[in-house]
């Protein structure tokens, strides 16, 4: 299979987003609805798969890098037990005010899966996450990008901003790419 990158949030696309507050614990990490189905679909198409998610939290001092890892065993275990896969999760632990290189929309974390995965090509891949910052990363990468719906604090920002696509869900997203773009491939 040609290499077909996707690039995924993490809160509010995966997971519920704590409103205001950060998934601390894993036991805070519920999964949206339908999106083991979707990360199961999506796991047939895309290769590889990468998360990339800003934890500020971890610099606020509100988590460890420990709390956000455990976070992730519990969402790498749990996709992987469902039939999906998850191949990298890359997370920016700066505040916004430390103008680090990691922290989307900088591309840092785009660039370093791009390093662990040498085959990444961006004009290839998508970028999916529900926040203006996930959709400048991805625009200025020259991927697709796939808006997700819901997150109230960047709707006025997003709502002319180019985006290749607008969906409910991870599952919209995955029945999109099952009707438009992959018809003649399993899942």
């Not at 077909?4 to 998934?23: A, E, H, K, M, S």
């Not at 990339?52 to 749990?78: F, P």
């Not at 999916?128 to 997700?148: N, Y």
Request: proline residues 6%.
């Amino acid at each position: 299979m040609p290499s077909r990158p996707l690039f995924l949030d993490r809160d509010g696309v995966i997971n519920q987003r704590l409103r205001g507050d950060y998934v601390r614990h894993p036991d805070e990490f519920v999964f949206e609805e339908n999106a083991l189905a979707a990360l199961r679909l999506l796991a047939g198409w895309f290769c590889p798969i990468v998360v990339v998610t800003n934890q500020a939290g971890i610099d606020k001092g509100l988590m460890t890098h420990d709390d956000v890892r455990a976070v992730h065993e519990k969402m790498l275990a749990e996709t992987e037990r469902a039939g999906g896969r998850i191949d990298a999760v890359y997370y920016c632990p700066h505040r916004p005010d430390e103008g680090c290189s990691c922290r989307k929309p900088a591309p840092g974390m785009a660039h370093q899966a791009q390093r662990d995965f040498p085959y990444i090509a961006f004009r290839d891949a998508w970028m999916v996450g529900d926040s203006l910052s996930d959709m400048q990363m991805g625009h200025a990468l020259g991927m697709r990008t796939a808006l997700i719906l819901g997150k109230d604090e960047d709707a006025d920002a997003l709502e002319h901003f180019p985006v290749t696509g607008r969906f409910a869900s991870l599952w919209a997203f995955a029945g999109y790419c099952q009707a438009k773009l992959f018809q003649n491939f399993p899942a």
